[in-house]
């Protein structure tokens, strides 16, 4: 609902790790990421607009053609930058949609077309390589690729790379 609204995160032994109001605004599409800071264990919340330009809409307010429309966003607290690459499995030219993606960023949607990509994630000083992920996108669906972790975590703690399927509201 629209105004502050108190959110919890809660632990499997039903400890609460964090409480915090956060405000939402009517008619507005929200994403919260909740970010372990790297030099404690507590968290914050990272609190993001889930807008589309209108120039990706029809008159209708459908989201247009054949495409598929991606955002990019980094949560992992104790990096620089990230650059995503994508390599569509029917072309073998990678480009690179999301360069210098710092923490708490996140890109508008943008048009990519529908199918299958290998997704490659690099750190934007060193270019190394540090994930890959195979993902299938859908015309006219809305995601969101992100990046959690810590950069020197190991096991669940490490850099991993994810992909939510938005909510469309249009």
Do not use: H
Not at 51 to 57: D, E, H, I, R
Not at 141 to 149: D, K, M, S
């Amino acid at each position: 609902k629209a105004g502050p609204n108190k959110t919890e995160i809660v632990a499997a032994d039903g400890s609460i790790l964090l409480s915090q109001n956060v405000f939402l605004k009517p008619e507005q599409f929200m994403s919260i990421f909740a970010v372990r800071k790297v030099t404690s264990d507590s968290l914050i919340y990272v609190l993001l607009l889930d807008k589309v330009n209108s120039s990706l809409l029809t008159n209708q307010g459908n989201l247009k053609g054949d495409k598929a429309y991606v955002r990019f966003v980094n949560v992992v607290p104790d990096t620089l930058a990230f650059d995503l690459n994508t390599t569509l499995s029917s072309d073998t030219t990678a480009n690179v949609p999301f360069s210098n993606a710092t923490f708490g960023s996140s890109s508008a949607f943008s048009e990519i077309k529908a199918g299958d990509y290998k997704l490659e994630l690099r750190n934007s000083n060193t270019e190394a390589l540090l994930r890959t992920k195979n993902v299938k996108l859908e015309e006219k669906q809305l995601y969101t690729i992100w990046v959690g972790g810590l950069a020197n975590g190991t096991g669940t703690n490490a850099i991993n790379m994810n992909l939510i399927n938005n909510t469309n509201p249009f």
